[in-house]
């Protein structure tokens, strides 16, 4: 008996003993890590890495940037289902252990004594928080040491929901998606709300190797592990036997989702990107910015239709060019078989590929991995003469054999009445811009057509001849040195006195013939050349340059010879568009601005865009109340002004007060430029746009030599927009290929969108002006009972002289305007 009490004494001395040790030791490793331990504190400010995002005006996703797909959920919005998920697989006692549990070391303890291996065991949920958000993934005893007393810190400062949310918001989950929220959206393309049963098992079982065993990575290893966690939530009561069958039952659906965009802007969200990245730096891409652009969504989604509908339209004018690949076909293939033989050719610019099975005499099947089996009829592809040149075609088909054959594959395009139709990726090329007249705003925006295809942005980088577009700006300077819209000028052949440039440049009108004495209106309608070159010579290179400067033009790219009367600098269709927003808004330079506003991470403004504006008085009136306020940038700065939000907010006004836009066009010359422009669309060149059935539309078409860009710029007052089209290596679009062909379609049907709900309405002549009736052979007042006469409006201080020649007084009112006729 005395034996075995000496034997539990010198157990129950050791046992002291060790325990002591195991204090001792505990103490000196906590006294060793202490020094080094991280505050955990900082957890409540850590900055989780979130892309940039990019939005347009109305909230619409154009595009995300960032190695790092993450989308941030409060705990709240975490589903219960999910919690209980990432428990079972994870850490089923962590509402119960204080962030270290004791079985799960001593199991990992005992593991090591059998294998003698150390092998990652016995984390908890806390100490992988410890962990991802403080440590290193470096498997060591010190490491291990310094989690568990971090954890027991974080455990003690936390509460168990801040815990879960941190863990759930950092946690790598396989392909760049970090966090519930990204795993939900890469794999399953959904909210944390929307997933289901089996897909919130398949996310919670990814922590153990996320890279190797995903579903899309290694879809059966991933299934096991899902059916593992199904079995774990099943053993601790989350869900009933019912819940479980049916879970494990469920074949996975997951496949790699892309941030879906709401809106295809890809070269607006570029823009955006460049530019953030000028101010902020590489922090853009992890500090979850998000930009608000001035794009709005359905004028967007105009621009981009009308765009590839006018490339579309003139590569089908042109001929087919054949299929983009000519493949062998098995004959036992199927339809996995089939979507691998198309991996290769993505959608294009909306084009989905397909490839064609089989060919009869009423057209061919076509397989598509977007459309799955379709018949292509006949009527679909009757259009496919072969491409021989841009001024060539070859014989016209006779039946689908003649441009198909089985193994071929082609693009679809949907036709309006949703039948499927034989199309091909356009070689050509074009842009669209849209802006507000009243402040520059960029509402709509294509530089291409298709960004993923080409990320060259025609829009603001292709630096091209405007051709005849250019010569609204010859003519309004034609009005600053004296002429009027009634002036008679010869079109005829120019005679030039340097006999090197009349071998070297002799200008000639579109149709090849030439109409005598025309009046500056008919000749701005009918886009004569011979008109525009003599006007330019008689006003001058110079002053013709130095006038252009005024709309925003780089007189560094502008000739100064009379070649620029027929547009032969170069510019590109955001600066053509800007020109003409001082033709639109009366006189105003403004400046195009993409960017609105920007948000940190939290939603906090970090700056607004604060544009120069097109004033009237009471505008001028608040500006002015403010000018000592630090709020205006210097006089001779016109540029869009993007302030942080302390420098916009004025102690006095709610809103800071208005840039004005300076003013650099009077009124009268805005408003005759753009009365003959709308005779354009009446009766010349543009009258196509005659179509949309209002009547304050103005424009100009522009077209090049050997029509290697077509242009079309038109406004109202409400919208400015330039269409362009043309090859990205110069080559000529075709015979007959002109800016009223080419661009003028794609114009038209975007203003037919971006106009939707615009009441139409003529701009009021301003002061200073005078309606009288002339004749129109000689632009000066009819004789006594001449009937073919025509309304023209001059300025005041032309209007008399010529009156006084003829000893007649006006037909006027007060305001200018005839007593009874309508002034156009």
Request: charged share 20%.
């Amino acid at each position: 008996m005395k034996s075995w009490l000496l034997l539990l004494r010198l157990a129950l001395a050791s046992a002291f003993g060790l325990l002591t040790a195991v204090l001792f030791a505990v103490a000196g490793a906590y006294l060793y890590v202490a020094s080094d331990l991280p505050d955990t504190e900082e957890l409540r400010d850590i900055k989780l890495q979130v892309p940039l995002r990019v939005y347009s005006r109305d909230g619409l996703l154009l595009a995300e940037f960032g190695e790092q797909r993450r989308t941030p959920v409060a705990y709240e919005a975490i589903p219960p289902l999910m919690v209980q998920a990432f428990l079972g697989a994870e850490d089923d006692r962590f509402f119960q252990h204080p962030g270290v549990d004791y079985q799960g070391i001593l199991r990992a303890g005992l593991e090591l004594a059998r294998t003698g291996e150390k092998r990652q065991g016995g984390s908890t949920i806390t100490m992988q928080v410890a962990r991802n958000y403080f440590l290193s993934a470096e498997k060591s005893y010190l490491r291990k040491i310094t989690e568990i007393f971090l954890a027991l810190r974080i455990e003690r400062n936390f509460s168990k929901e801040e815990i879960l949310a941190l863990y759930l918001n950092k946690i790598f989950l396989g392909h760049r998606a970090y966090g519930v929220g990204a795993a939900a959206e890469v794999y399953y393309g959904a909210t944390l709300d929307q997933l289901t049963l089996p897909q919130i098992a398949m996310i919670a079982g990814l922590p153990k190797a996320p890279s190797r065993d995903n579903p899309v990575s290694n879809p059966r290893q991933a299934e096991v592990r899902r059916n593992y966690v199904l079995s774990r939530m099943y053993q601790l009561g989350a869900i009933d036997a019912a819940e479980y069958r049916a879970a494990i039952e469920t074949p996975d659906n997951a496949r790699l989702h892309a941030k879906a965009a709401e809106l295809e802007a890809g070269y607006a969200a570029e823009m955006v990107r460049t530019e953030m990245v000028s101010r902020y730096g590489p922090e853009v891409y992890t500090s979850g910015y998000q930009v608000y652009t001035t794009l709005e969504g359905p004028r967007q989604e105009a621009a981009t239709r009308a765009l590839r509908d006018a490339l579309l339209d003139y590569d089908q004018r042109h001929g087919y060019r054949g299929p983009e690949a000519r493949l062998e076909l098995d004959a036992e293939g199927d339809e996995f078989h089939w979507r691998a033989l198309l991996l290769d050719h993505p959608p294009v610019g909306g084009l989905p590929a397909g490839l064609v099975l089989a060919v009869n005499d009423e057209g061919v099947r076509v397989f598509s991995s977007d459309l799955g089996l379709l018949e292509l009829a006949w009527e679909g592809m009757r259009w496919a003469r072969p491409f021989v040149s841009a001024n060539q075609r070859g014989a016209a088909p006779t039946r689908p054999a003649d441009v198909l054959q089985a193994g071929d594959i082609i693009r679809l395009r949907e036709g309006a009445a949703g039948e499927w139709q034989l199309a091909q990726v356009p070689e050509v090329e074009g842009a669209l811009v849209s802006l507000l007249p009243g402040d520059g705003a960029l509402v709509a925006l294509v530089g291409g057509f298709d960004f993923s295809r080409s990320k060259f942005n025609r829009a603001v980088q292709a630096e091209r001849q405007p051709g005849s577009s250019f010569k609204p700006f010859i003519y309004s300077a034609g009005l600053e040195r004296g002429f009027s819209t009634a002036s008679i000028i010869n079109d005829a052949p120019v005679v030039f006195d340097d006999p090197a440039l009349e071998t070297t440049w002799r200008p000639v009108n579109y149709s090849g013939r030439f109409y005598g004495p025309t009046r500056l209106r008919e000749a701005l309608t009918h886009s004569r050349n011979l008109v525009s070159v003599r006007l330019l010579q008689s006003i001058g290179p110079a002053f013709a340059i130095e006038h252009a400067r005024r709309f925003g033009f780089e007189t560094a790219s502008l000739p100064r010879n009379l070649s620029l009367a027929l547009g032969s600098g170069t510019t590109t269709p955001l600066e053509m568009a800007r020109g003409y927003a001082v033709f639109a808004n009366g006189g105003y330079l403004v400046e195009p601005y993409l960017i609105e506003r920007v948000l940190d991470a939290e939603g906090e403004l970090l700056e607004a865009t604060r544009p120069r504006v097109v004033c009237d008085e009471a505008c001028l009136e608040q500006s002015n109340l403010q000018l000592d306020g630090a709020t205006l940038p210097a006089e001779d700065q016109v540029e869009a002004s993007p302030l942080p939000l302390d420098e916009q907010t004025d102690p006095v006004a709610e809103t800071p007060a208005p840039l004005p836009a300076p003013r650099v066009l009077s009124p009268q010359n805005a408003y005759l430029m753009t009365s003959m422009m709308q005779d354009v669309i009446q009766q010349g060149t543009g009258r196509q746009a005659r179509a949309l059935g209002r009547g304050d539309l103005a424009g100009k078409t522009g077209t090049t030599n050997d029509q290697r860009d077509a242009w079309f710029c038109g406004y109202n007052a409400a919208l400015v927009t330039t269409t362009w089209i043309g090859f990205d290596q110069l080559q000529p679009l075709g015979s007959g290929e002109t800016g009223g062909r080419a661009a003028l379609p794609m114009w038209i049907a975007y203003m037919e969108t971006a106009l939707r709900g615009v009441p139409s309405a003529l701009q009021p002549p301003p002061e200073g002006l005078v309606t009288v009736r002339i004749d129109p052979s000689t632009g000066l007042l009819p004789a006594p009972g001449q009937t073919n006469t025509l309304f023209e409006t001059f300025r005041l201080d032309e209007a008399p002289r010529q009156m006084a020649e003829e000893n007649q007084a006006p037909d006027t009112t007060e305001s200018g305007a005839p007593e009874s006729e309508p002034l156009f």
